[in-house]
């Protein structure tokens, strides 16, 4: 088992530095498994296509770790360790976003924040606690991961933003903790 995982990683870790080389479009099944000494069949064992070993990092670097802090109810460090890894890897997550189409980066990103978001809501009847019989937590999921989903891949496609890790996730806390009534400066 130690050596399916140690492969797995090895597959990963590969990708991950021809990703920094190459446009996603341009590497090979077989330019990973030549870089990684290992045979096709080995690659196929352990993915099932490119798109597969780019969804494995981002949940192996982001979404395992967001999971568990958000299931401790540390939610802001949660979206803090987000900012910070995306930062602290920012040529390959930009490189990431500019996968598109059916298996786009951002979706990927998208629907595990969703996820997450959505079993951090729980069991709470949002229609009955708000008065608004349609508001369901997978409404309220559903926006918040767009958002969010959508200020990272702004960030991480604007070459000239300069804006650090830090930066963001205050101007995040701040969006997050007032209505836009309160940000424009009109009674709610």
């Known amino acids: 088992m130690e050596k399916n995982r140690l492969t797995k990683e090895l597959l990963a870790d590969v990708f991950h530095e021809l990703l920094l080389k190459k446009e996603f479009e341009k590497i090979t099944i077989?330019?990973?498994?030549d870089?990684?000494?290992?045979?096709?069949?080995?690659f196929y064992y352990h993915f099932q296509d490119k798109y597969d070993v780019l969804e494995f990092i981002l949940c192996r670097d982001?979404?395992?770790?967001m999971d568990?802090?958000?299931?401790?109810?540390?939610?802001k460090e949660a979206i803090r360790f987000m900012f910070?890894?995306?930062?602290?890897d920012k040529n390959f997550y930009q490189?990431?976003?500019?996968?598109?189409?059916?298996?786009?980066?951002?979706?990927?990103?998208?629907?595990?924040?969703?996820?997450?978001?959505?079993?951090?809501?729980?069991?709470?009847d949002?229609?009955?606690q708000s008065g608004i019989p349609r508001l369901t937590k997978r409404h309220v999921s559903m926006y918040y991961a767009i958002g969010l989903t959508s200020v990272i891949k702004s960030w991480m496609s604007d070459h000239k933003n300069e804006a650090t890790a830090e930066e963001l996730y205050r101007a995040y806390e701040y969006l997050l903790t007032r209505s836009v009534y309160e940000?424009?400066?009109?009674?709610g």
């Open 62 to 65: 982001i979404i395992e770790k």
């Open 183 to 187: 940000i424009v400066g009109e009674p």
């Open 68 to 75: 568990q802090l958000v299931q401790e109810k540390r939610e």
């Open 30 to 33: 077989k330019n990973i498994t």
């Open 126 to 128: 949002l229609a009955k």
């Open 95 to 124: 490189r990431a976003f500019r996968v598109t189409g059916q298996n786009a980066f951002e979706e990927m990103l998208y629907l595990h924040l969703q996820e997450i978001l959505e079993k951090r809501i729980g069991d709470r």
């Open 35 to 42: 870089q990684a000494g290992v045979i096709r069949p080995t």
């Open 84 to 88: 910070i890894t995306f930062e602290k």
